[in-house]
């Protein structure tokens, strides 16, 4: 079992004070807080270990470089990717995806192809594929949620043919908390000769991602939501593709030889990762990682699964609250609303109460059209969230009724 008290102590934001009240952070589906172990890497390599990669001749750099790419090492085997040449860092889970539709889309979409994508997107999974589908004339089409949440997915197969060129979808919705059978939905995909990116940017924090065991083309998921820092994001991809494909941006490091008359291109995953990265955030990124691996994702996901249950049961005794989605598996995040009472107010009332959940569309406006309401609060729960701060929310979530 997860020793909470002990995680608690390792955050140190979580002893502050809000508004006279001990925080109470519930909006772990934004963005998880970030565990002194990964605070103190990030200043170490700040403080001692500064300089860029790839280039100097000096000790500083060498030994940069090694971090630097110690922590694509890490980031491999976190995914199960077989070559550490396959992980690029990027700023996180949005220029993964637009990296992707940018220099896949364009190089491989042409006027009538399909992009499939789904109603649990967030809009940085539909954006950059409507920008590209602008730009090539590939049509976009959506996979439905069925009354509970979850993809339909005999709608999946119907909407799937040779028109298919990529189905792109996340493996954990943000707002209903939605896991999807990623597996099936490859195999499905494949079996047309689309290919598959998946949205990994939920997932990472309550299980183990493993792209050979899913065989997606493609994943993308953000620093910030695994207990690193922001600025850092990751894309996977399949070597023959990676390869294959131009690159996104131009600059230093991502080439092999500049002429004014031909410039070639780096070996992956250096073509996809012009000018200088985020050094200290991905090494961060790699403290963050050995964190929730040290903990152990068996132990997380039995945690996470009893707080959701509690936290379902908590909140359904309060009158007029409506909880949103029940699908078949659902990570530790519940949507909620209040009767008579729009979600920003609701947010701003338990803030009132020291308890932080967001409130607002998620990035997923169409999936709140499809669910018929303009907003949500949701609560999102996590590794050092206890039982007594559910309670919180629900006596907050009272005290709020009273205002409504
Ligand atoms: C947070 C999130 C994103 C976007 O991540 P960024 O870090 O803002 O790039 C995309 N998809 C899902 C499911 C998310 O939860």
Redesign the pocket.
């Known amino acids: 079992m997860l020793n909470v008290e002990k995680i608690r102590s390792e955050f140190p934001i979580l002893t502050r004070d809000i508004r006279g009240k001990t925080l109470v952070y519930l909006d772990n ?2 963005s998880t807080l970030k565990p002194t172990v990964v605070i103190d890497r990030i200043s170490r390599y700040y403080n001692l270990e500064t300089s860029n990669v790839h280039r100097g001749a000096h000790y500083l750099a060498e030994q940069g470089t090694i971090a630097f790419e110690d922590a694509r090492e890490t980031v491999r085997n976190f995914v199960g990717a077989r070559d550490k040449n396959e992980i690029i860092f990027t ?7 637009n990296l992707v539709a940018h220099s896949w889309g364009e190089a491989n979409l042409k006027a009538g192809d399909e992009i499939l994508l789904s109603e ?6 539909i954006v950059p594929w409507q920008i590209v589908a602008e730009k090539t004339g590939a049509l976009i089409r959506v996979i439905p949620i069925d009354a509970h949440g979850d993809l339909d997915y005999d709608a999946y197969t119907k909407l799937l043919s040779s028109k298919t060129k990529m189905v792109s979808i ?5 707002v209903l908390g939605t896991i999807v059978p990623v597996k099936k939905f490859v195999e499905a995909a494949h079996a047309q000769g689309a290919k598959i990116l998946i ?1 990994a ?2 997932a990472v924090s309550h299980q183990r991602v493993d792209v050979t065991a899913w065989d997606c083309d493609f994943l ?3 620093g ?2 695994i207990y690193a820092p ?1 600025g850092i ?1 990751v894309l996977y991809g399949k070597a023959e593709l990676l390869e294959a494909m131009p690159p996104y941006q131009g600059g230093g490091s991502m080439i092999s030889e500049v002429t004014w008359e031909k410039t070639t291109w780096a070996a992956v995953p250096h073509k996809f990762e012009a000018g200088t990265p985020a050094i200290a955030d991905a090494v961060g990124l790699k403290t963050g990682i050995d964190y929730v691996m040290n903990l152990g994702f068996e132990d997380i996901k039995a945690y996470k699964k009893e707080i959701l249950a509690y936290a379902k049961s908590t909140l359904s005794e309060i009158p007029a609250l409506t909880i949103i989605g029940s699908p078949k598996e659902q990570t530790s995040l519940v949507s909620f609303n209040l009767e008579g009472a729009h979600a920003s107010d609701v947010g701003a009332l338990v803030d009132q109460q020291g308890v932080a959940i967001r409130a607002g569309h ?2 997923c406006q169409p999936l709140m059209r499809k669910l018929g309401v303009p907003a949500t609060a949701r609560a999102s729960f996590t590794i050092y969230n206890t039982l007594a701060e559910v309670d919180a929310l629900k006596n907050s979530l009272l005290k709020a009724k009273e205002f409504i």
Request: glycine residues 6%.
């Open positions: 589906a934004a700023r996180g889970t949005t220029e993964s995806v649990l997107e967030h809009h940085s999974n996340t493996a954990t919705s943000n949205d940017a939920q993308a998921f953000s910030h939501k922001y994001g998620h990035c």
